[in-house]
C-alpha cells in the first residue's frame, strides 16, 4: 500500500515539473518574440541632409547625402537617390550677339553669346571684323566672363577656335560638315568614308552658328 501512494506521488510530481517545464519554455518564447518586435530592434533607414552644392559645370551642380541611419530589423530601406542636381546657368548680363572673352581662357579666344545661355567662338579677325567694325576689339567690354555658366557649343571641337579646316556641326542633327576658317565656308560629308578621310575625329565636332559661313557643294570624293 505504501509503495502504492510513493509511486502515485512520484507520478504527480513528475506531471507537475513535466508542466512547469514548458510554461517555462512558453514564457521563454514569448520573451524572445517581444524582444523581436520591440521598435528599438527595428529602426528605418535614415537620409543625411544633403551637402554642399558642387562647383558649376557645364551648367550643372550636384548635391550628394549618404545614409545616416543604416536599416535594421524589418525597418524600412531608404528611398531615392543619394545626389540631386540643379541648373546653374546664368547669361551674366550678355545679351543675344555680344563678344565676350571666358575668365582664365588665355588662348586669347574671343566667343559670342547665342541664346538660351549658350555661346560659340568667333573663329578669326576676319568675322569678327565682319560683326562688329574693322578692328573694333573695343566692342568686347565682358572679358572676364564664368563659362562654366553657360553651354559651350563648341566643346566637342577636336583643334579648338583657331584656324585650319575641321569638322562641324551647325545644329543637333546627324549632318556633320567640313569647315574651313580661312575661306570661312563649309561642306557637308556625303558619307562616314569621305568625313574620316578628312578628318579621323569627325565624330566628335561639335555645334557651332554656321549663319555666318557660306556653304559649299558637298564633298564626294575620299581625300588622297
Same mark, same amino acid.
Given at each position: 500500500? =505504501?509503495?502504492?501512494?510513493?509511486v502515485v506521488l512520484l507520478l504527480i510530481? #513528475?506531471?507537475?515539473?513535466?508542466?512547469?517545464?514548458e510554461n517555462n519554455k512558453t514564457n521563454v518564447k514569448k520573451e524572445e518574440e517581444t524582444i523581436q518586435e520591440t521598435p528599438d530592434n527595428?529602426?528605418? &533607414? =535614415? $537620409? !543625411? =541632409?544633403?551637402?554642399?552644392? !558642387?562647383? &558649376? +559645370?557645364?551648367?550643372?551642380?550636384?548635391?550628394?547625402?549618404?545614409?545616416k541611419t543604416p536599416k535594421s530589423g524589418s525597418g524600412k530601406d531608404c528611398t531615392g537617390e543619394n545626389t540631386k542636381?540643379?541648373? &546653374?546657368y546664368d547669361s551674366q548680363g550678355l545679351s543675344h550677339g555680344e563678344p565676350f572673352m571666358c575668365k582664365? /581662357? %588665355?588662348? #586669347?579666344?574671343?566667343?559670342?553669346?547665342?541664346?538660351? %545661355?549658350?555661346y560659340s567662338w568667333i573663329p578669326n579677325p576676319e568675322t569678327f571684323y565682319s560683326?562688329? #567694325?574693322? /578692328?573694333? $576689339?573695343g566692342a568686347i567690354k565682358k572679358r572676364d566672363i564664368d563659362c562654366t555658366k553657360l553651354i559651350n557649343l563648341n566643346k566637342n571641337v577636336p583643334s579648338g577656335p583657331g584656324s585650319g +579646316? +575641321? !569638322?562641324? +556641326?551647325?545644329?543637333?542633327?546627324?549632318?556633320?560638315? %567640313?569647315? /574651313?576658317?580661312?575661306?570661312q565656308s563649309y561642306a557637308h560629308y556625303i558619307n562616314p568614308d569621305v568625313a574620316s578621310s578628312y578628318d579621323p575625329l569627325w565624330g566628335q565636332s561639335g555645334i557651332i552658328d554656321c549663319s555666318y559661313l557660306t556653304q559649299k557643294d558637298p564633298l564626294i570624293e575620299i581625300k588622297r
Open positions: 500500500m =505504501e509503495n502504492s501512494k510513493l510530481a #513528475g506531471i507537475a515539473y513535466y508542466i512547469m517545464n527595428n529602426i528605418d &533607414c =535614415e $537620409w !543625411s =541632409e544633403y551637402g554642399e552644392w !558642387s562647383e &558649376c +559645370k557645364d551648367g550643372k551642380q550636384i548635391a550628394t547625402r549618404t545614409i542636381s540643379q541648373s &546653374c582664365g /581662357d %588665355n588662348t #586669347g579666344a574671343v566667343n559670342r553669346y547665342m541664346k538660351e %545661355n549658350s560683326w562688329y #567694325g574693322q /578692328d573694333n $576689339w +579646316k +575641321k !569638322s562641324i +556641326k551647325c545644329d543637333s542633327g546627324p549632318a556633320v560638315y %567640313n569647315f /574651313d576658317s580661312e575661306t
